[in-house]
């Protein structure tokens, strides 16, 4: 079983790799977007799926990540790498910084806490000089599409692997002792506060990345769009319809979501914009676990598992 996983995965990686060359313009961008979504599902995943805190937050690594590639090359005339690494220093320094007292509170105020952030954040930036106050900054444009998919691609394995690594490791164990009972958590010895703000910056990390690489791939930042609440939302959601706490659940919600909803913009435009809504409300109700504890279950409970789903929330 695990054999034919590993050759499934090296097939789609394969198939990844190669639509650069094999696909058409569209697919090429319509990949660099899924991809990045795919990122920034991955990244959530690491403080929403392992540790267990439901973070509206993430958006704003995404948004520093944005403005420290914007910053470096248009202000300072500096390489998109230089860009990437401040972004990713920023993102690191918010997380500690903000990490420590917001996750201190728990469930909803948690989510409340940091949903806020990204507002906050947004109306600091506009009265930014530095950062383009309002108007926003212009990056020199490099039309590279090919080079833009395969950065994506790469963070997407990277990011990947790392969950790869939490799947196996004391840290990843640690978080998701946090995840069960923290309390309990506490007891075993484990550092809690330490442990989360570590959750909490590396999911900032990644999200960061995927922020300045859409950056200099658009070549336009302003506040409203890099701090956005929705794609926060949109993040969430395709974590969860996927698997939260799994290594590859967050890939495939990011991608197949990313493709129902490129077809439905394109076909149904009034039915694009409740399509997220509506897998809210499915996801939760009939498979709070996602696809890969569906995959798990199905062929134990068969269609139970969602009748279950459905009197576990009291419908």
């Not at 990844?16 to 313009?25: E, R």
């Not at 500096?78 to 007292?101: D, R, W």
């Not at 009034?270 to 709070?288: N, Y």
Request: charged fraction near 10%; hydrophobic fraction near 55%.
């Amino acid at each position: 079983m695990k054999a034919l996983r590993t050759i499934l995965i090296l097939i789609a990686l394969i198939v990844l790799i190669a639509v650069p060359w094999f696909g058409s313009d569209v697919l090429v961008q319509f990949g660099i977007n899924a991809l990045l979504l795919a990122v920034l599902a991955q990244g959530w995943n690491i403080i929403g799926g392992y540790t267990g805190y439901a973070s509206f937050g993430n958006s704003v690594f995404y948004g520093l990540g944005s403005y420290g590639v914007g910053i470096a090359m248009v202000q300072w005339d500096l390489p998109f790498g230089v860009g990437l690494a401040l972004g990713v220093v920023l993102a690191v320094a918010f997380a500690i910084l903000l990490g420590i007292p917001v996750l201190r509170l728990k469930g909803h105020y948690f989510a409340i806490a940091t949903l806020a952030l990204a507002q906050v954040m947004a109306a600091i930036v506009s009265n930014v000089p530095l950062a383009g106050q309002n108007i926003g900054l212009v990056l020199p444009p490099l039309n590279n599409d090919m080079l833009f998919y395969e950065l994506a691609l790469g963070l997407l394995v990277a990011v990947t692997l790392t969950i790869w690594w939490l799947s196996r490791s004391k840290f990843g164990f640690g978080l998701i002792a946090i995840r069960e009972n923290e309390e309990g958590a506490k007891v075993m010895g484990v550092n809690t506060t330490l442990y989360k703000v570590m959750a909490f910056a590396l999911s900032g990390v990644f999200s960061s990345l995927a922020g300045g690489i859409h950056a200099y791939w658009v070549t336009f930042i302003d506040p409203e769009s890099a701090f956005d609440i929705s794609l926060n939302v949109k993040m969430i959601i395709m974590a969860v319809f996927g698997g939260p706490g799994t290594i590859l659940g967050p890939i495939v919600g990011a991608l197949s979501l990313s493709a129902i909803s490129e077809v439905l913009s394109s076909e149904v435009t009034s039915i694009a914009g409740l399509f997220f809504g509506v897998v809210v409300v499915a996801a939760v109700v009939l498979m709070p676990r996602g696809l890969a504890d569906i995959i798990r279950q199905f062929r134990k409970t068969g269609w139970r598992y969602f009748s279950e789903n459905i009197k576990a929330t009291r419908l």
